[in-house]
């Protein structure tokens, strides 16, 4: 019994804790992506959203000079995943966490 009302107990935290969804961009949704500092990358998307990444570590080549997606046959760049390669230096940068996204202002 006493198993029992521990396996119950478990169960209940697991539901209980909130599933934190990673952030995923369509590869094709994204405009245009720059690094002013070489630890943010910013990205401009279809929608008119800009939105902000953090990456897990300094790479100061990045705002310098561009780079390619190491994307091998999907089409989402999602955080804490996807890593990019910096075309000069070949200095590999991995995206971290996603700020929430800017929305534009609406003109008028």
């Known amino acids: 019994m006493k198993t029992i009302i521990t396996a119950m107990a478990l169960a209940g935290v697991v539901a209980a804790s909130p599933v934190s969804a990673k952030t995923c961009l369509r590869s094709q949704d994204i405009v245009s992506a720059h690094s002013d500092d070489g630890k943010l990358l910013t990205f401009k998307m ?17 705002k310098f000079d561009g780079f390619v997606w190491t994307l091998h046959g999907i089409e989402n760049v999602c955080e804490n995943e996807q890593s990019l390669r910096v075309l000069r230096s070949g200095e590999i940068c991995v995206l971290g966490k996603f700020d929430l996204p800017v929305i534009p202002p609406v003109p008028g």
């Open 46 to 62: 279809r929608n008119g959203q800009t939105l902000v990444n953090h990456l897990q570590g300094v790479c100061p080549d990045l």
